[in-house]
């Protein structure tokens, strides 16, 4: 979260920077642009003009007007130039930006993963401890069935073995009373 705030600050302040060039530097260079343009095409008129009137202009001042047409370029240029290093400086620090966005992402991608692997661990061995006790619950059934059962058979097998005794006892008496 830190890697991501950083970048978009980052990324902000820069774009700021731009946004402000645009208006410092790209829109005073265009403007001496177009000062440039009107500079070199008024004094060429009114040279044609003044020549079609038959006076000649003397080069000096031809070239002091070329001259102030050059300085108005070369700034502008300069302008320009410096407009385009912060453009530049911006786009490196959005494609830096981006990159650790996109790292900071897979980073993230990864620790989620983790949690989920662990998570699904846990889940498992939530799962093996219900089964466990489910099959523990059912063998302690089939054993408590089994003693029930085998107490049952024991009980009808001392019923039996005491009512054969008894027949056994009463065929007894019966011969030594006849016998008596």
């Keep these: 979260m830190g890697i991501q705030s950083v970048s978009s600050f980052s990324a902000g302040k820069s774009l700021k920077a731009e946004s402000a060039s645009i208006e410092n530097n790209l829109k005073r260079s265009n403007q001496l642009s177009e000062k440039a343009e009107q500079t070199r095409n008024r004094p060429q008129h009114h ?53 650790m966005m996109q790292a900071s992402r ?11 692997v662990t998570a699904a661990e846990q889940n498992k061995d939530a799962e093996i401890m219900r089964a466990n006790q489910t099959v523990s619950g059912e063998v302690d059934n089939v054993h408590q069935q089994t003693a029930k ?18 027949n056994n006892n009463d065929a007894v008496s019966a011969v030594a009373s006849k016998m008596a």
């Excluded at 020549?51 to 031809?62: L, R």
């Excluded at 300085?71 to 453009?87: C, G, P, V, Y």
């Excluded at 107490?151 to 054969?164: D, F, M, P, T, V």
């Design 149 to 166: 059962k085998s107490s049952e058979g024991e009980s009808a097998l001392r019923q039996a073995l005491l009512a054969i005794l008894n």
């Design 47 to 99: 040279m044609d003009k003044l020549v079609s009137e038959g006076i000649t202009v003397e080069d000096d001042v031809t070239a002091r007007l070329k001259q102030a047409h050059s300085k108005l370029n070369s700034e502008s240029i300069t302008l320009r130039d410096t407009h385009q290093q912060i453009s530049n400086t911006t786009m490196k620090t959005r494609i830096q930006s981006d990159a």
């Design 106 to 116: 897979a980073v993230h991608d990864i620790i989620q993963g983790s949690f989920g």
